[in-house]
């Protein structure tokens, strides 16, 4: 008997959720056949809105790639004073809310900061601009890479590496041939994870961005511009194709989690 | 001298896990660091090969000072208990390792490492992954990739421990005769004094962070430097307020000069030996004597026998 309510609650649970409104945009995008959910997603702003946000989402996980890995390997292989604050700091942006960062973004990269004043005096605006995006896309979502990372690499222990060190092998070397096969199932996660993140991210590019259409507008600024502006079309045909965007990512990271512990002996 | 180890000390935190440590390994030979766990030769092992580095002191490894060289630098080759086998490359190319990072030709690369596998004789599984190999197999492979790069000394840490006791067996015997066969100066750590008295010719005991004694397997099992040595390589029992081999002592049924009285308490027939265990000046002993001796004899509970160490054996006076 509590099996089944409780298997009920669940069910209704996802249907209210997720089942129900996902469903509604995706009825609603093609509610009029194919024809107009092509029309809005390749008018000018549309197309534009997915160059800002794909050049956006790109860096960011290049940033978080390289930066995740440095700090997993950091955290995991070496021992310094204030491991423990580094290793809380990375935590850090899941704990804040992105606005707070936006807006943090703005007092220290803004016009009217030193440090903004400077960067405009050669030349690079970052707030209102790819930048300050960017910038802003890092942060939110940067523990994911080195999160997924950092069990792995616990698990992989050293000792392959010091094999490899014992046999001839550079730094580099040791790293490009054992750590990164190592970790490539955890870091191909954490990446998409990131990506996934990072495409879907509001609230922080919705400060630092200024929200200029044409200019510094991602698919969720266009989704709520849109809807803003009563172009129901518009904002549903960006949002499905967000929800569809999640929904590969979220298959590829069923694919990928759990490999790297499969292998082991 | 292939490797002189001079004076090292080494601490981890607090803990001091080598003291004054000195060492000679000969070229050639094929050496032994015994000791209890924790004795910090797992640790001199790693201090030789660069996997740590020493707080004081010095390492030569063929003449060389390589106290501050970096392991890649050393041409050690380095064996983990573990096996520390590459995962995601095959046999193959996991030995292939050491002469792919040096930038060899591959042709050269081919040759060499299958005549490796045939030395190890694993050719037949060049091709499987380190997950589809026995521990046996993983640690011949392990042992074929470090002699890929033609190390001039070859450290193997505890290679046997995490064996079988059958497996362990047969990889003593063969390492033995490869060693015959490829004459490269090997340091193996073990706390098993019977494989290191079966398998090297210098056998080097350390304890407590310092070397107590070296010597060849016979030395320093006849002439132990003391109680803690002698206990450490073989049975011993205590006789008379000395510390001496239970199978150094003639048990005779009729009072003989400079022996002292015994009760049986139990005997023991562990197949072809014997174990009696006795009482003598009010503790116990055992005394270890062959099945025929035992027949002859004829022990019982309770009978009284009169024991003496034999003529020629090595005793030590235990400090009262």
């Known amino acids: ?265 | 001298m292939a490797i002189e180890v001079r004076d090292v000390n080494k601490s981890f935190g607090a803990t001091p896990v080598l003291r004054d440590v000195s060492l000679d390994v000969a070229a050639g030979s094929l050496t032994a660091l015994l000791g209890p766990s924790g004795g910090g030769k797992s640790t001199l092992l790693r201090v030789i090969a660069g996997l740590e580095q020493p707080d004081t002191g010095t390492v030569r490894i063929s003449g060389v000072d390589a106290t501050r060289l970096a392991p890649q630098r050393r041409g050690v080759g380095f064996v983990f208990q573990h096996y520390a086998a590459f995962k995601h490359l095959t046999v193959f190319r996991n030995v292939a390792f050491g002469l792919e990072v040096r930038k060899r030709p591959k042709d050269e690369i081919r040759k060499r490492v299958m005549e490796l596998l045939e030395l190890v004789h694993l050719e037949k599984l060049a091709d499987r992954y380190p997950s589809q190999l026995s521990g046996g197999q993983r640690q011949r492979m392990a042992l074929a990739r470090a002699l890929a790069v033609e190390p001039q000394v070859l450290l193997l840490d505890e290679p046997f421990g995490a064996l079988d006791a059958q497996v362990r067996k047969e990889l003593r015997t063969w390492l033995r005769r490869l060693h015959d066969e490829v004459h490269v100066t090997t340091v193996f750590v073990t706390h098993d004094q019977e494989e290191a008295i079966e398998v090297a010719d210098t056998i080097v005991l350390l304890a407590g962070g310092e070397v107590v004694q070296s010597g060849s397997p016979g030395e320093v099992y006849d002439n132990p430097a003391n109680p803690f040595v002698m206990r450490f390589l073989g049975p011993v029992t205590e006789l008379d307020g000395n510390l001496v081999r239970p199978h150094d002592v003639e048990i005779s049924q009729d009072p003989v000069e400079g022996g002292s009285s015994a009760l049986v308490s139990r005997v023991v027939k562990l197949g072809f030996e014997v174990r009696v265990e006795v009482e003598v000046g009010g503790h116990e002993a055992w005394v270890q004597v062959t099945r025929e001796q035992a027949d002859r004899l004829d022990l019982k509970p309770g009978d009284t026998v009169h024991l003496r160490p034999v003529p020629g054996a090595r005793s030590l006076v235990l400090a009262v």
């Open chain 1, 1 to 265: 008997m509590a099996k089944h309510v409780l298997r009920l609650i669940a069910v209704a649970y996802v249907m209210f959720l997720l089942v129900l409104p996902v469903g509604l945009i995706i009825w609603q995008t093609f509610g009029d056949g194919l024809g107009p959910f092509f029309e809005s997603l390749t008018s000018p702003s549309a197309l534009h809105a997915f160059k800002v946000t794909l050049t956006v989402a790109g860096l960011a996980v290049v940033a978080n790639t390289i930066f995740g890995v440095g700090v997993a390997i950091l955290l995991v292989r070496h021992e310094f004073p204030g491991k423990r604050l580094l290793g809380a700091f990375v935590d850090l942006p899941m704990a804040v809310s992105p606005v707070v960062v936006g807006l943090a973004l703005i007092l220290v990269y803004g016009r009217f900061s030193p440090v903004g004043g400077l960067l405009e005096s050669w030349g690079i605006q970052v707030i209102f601009s790819t930048p300050g995006m960017v910038i802003a896309t890092v942060f939110v979502a940067m523990p994911l890479v080195a999160r997924s990372i950092i069990p792995v690499l616990e698990e992989l222990g050293d000792e392959q590496e010091q094999a490899a060190h014992t046999l001839g092998a550079s730094r580099l070397q040791t790293f490009l041939r054992i750590t990164l096969p190592g970790i490539r199932w955890a870091l191909g996660y954490g990446l998409v994870l990131c990506l996934a993140r990072s495409l879907g991210e509001y609230g922080a590019v919705a400060v630092v961005s200024g929200r200029l259409v044409d200019q510094t507008q991602t698919l969720t600024l266009l989704v709520e511009e849109r809807f803003q502006n009563y172009d129901q079309q518009g904002a549903f045909a960006a949002a499905t194709t967000l929800a569809l965007i999640a929904v590969v990512t979220l298959l590829l990271t069923k694919l990928l989690r759990p490999k790297d512990r499969s292998d082991g002996n």
